[in-house]
């Protein structure tokens, strides 16, 4: 799947606007590969698997596109 980051926080995480659907998604910090956190910035586009988790649907594997 793939979208783009909506916001990020001071706390590790963020959300991203995803592509063709209404709901954003929840990503953690410890779910981006090969980009660091600092790296990232709101509008870029990212690529992620969707996973459910006990708190809901988030993305996994997040990597810039």
Same mark, same amino acid.
């Given at each position: 799947?793939?979208?783009?980051?909506? *916001?990020? *926080? #001071?706390?590790?995480? &963020? $959300?991203? *606007?995803? #592509? &063709?659907? #209404?709901?954003?998604? $929840? $990503?953690? !910090?410890? /779910?981006?590969? &090969?980009? !660091?956190? @600092?790296?990232?910035? @709101?509008?870029?586009?990212?690529? $992620? /698997?969707? =996973? #459910? !988790?006990?708190?809901?649907?988030? =993305?996994?594997?997040? !990597?810039?596109?």
């Amino acid at each position: 799947m793939e979208g783009v980051i909506k *916001t990020l *926080t #001071d706390k590790g995480f &963020g $959300f991203i *606007t995803v #592509d &063709g659907e #209404d709901k954003d998604l $929840f $990503f953690h !910090s410890n /779910e981006l590969k &090969g980009v !660091s956190y @600092e790296e990232l910035k @709101e509008g870029d586009r990212v690529s $992620f /698997e969707k =996973a #459910d !988790s006990e708190k809901g649907p988030n =993305a996994v594997g997040v !990597s810039r596109v």
